[in-house]
């Protein structure tokens, strides 16, 4: 399953760690604050899309397709 996670904060980071031991694929991060992600997805390893808003996440077709998923923090 891809996964989009909207707010990076102390929560949200057990949840990318769960996920990434789970196997899932994390294809988006959102936060207002950007470096946010890019922090968590340098600690975990992963290259997500990084986004400062969650308009361009809800709004993209193809994110939803296949079986794709979003969490929102």
């Not at 769960?18 to 968590?40: H, K, M, S, T, W």
């Given at each position: 399953?891809?996964?989009?996670?909207?707010?990076?904060?102390?929560?949200?980071?057990?949840?990318?760690?769960?996920?990434c031991e789970l196997g899932?694929?994390?294809?988006?991060?959102?936060?207002?604050?950007?470096?946010?992600?890019?922090?968590?997805?340098?600690?975990?390893?992963?290259?997500?899309?990084?986004?400062?808003?969650?308009?361009?996440?809800?709004?993209?077709?193809?994110?939803?397709?296949d079986n794709e998923s979003?969490?929102?923090?």
């Amino acid at each position: 399953m891809k996964v989009g996670i909207i707010g990076i904060g102390a929560i949200s980071t057990m949840h990318i760690a769960a996920l990434c031991e789970l196997g899932e694929e994390i294809v988006a991060l959102c936060d207002i604050l950007p470096e946010r992600c890019r922090l968590a997805a340098e600690k975990y390893g992963i290259a997500p899309k990084i986004y400062e808003n969650d308009v361009p996440v809800f709004t993209r077709e193809d994110f939803f397709r296949d079986n794709e998923s979003v969490y929102i923090q």
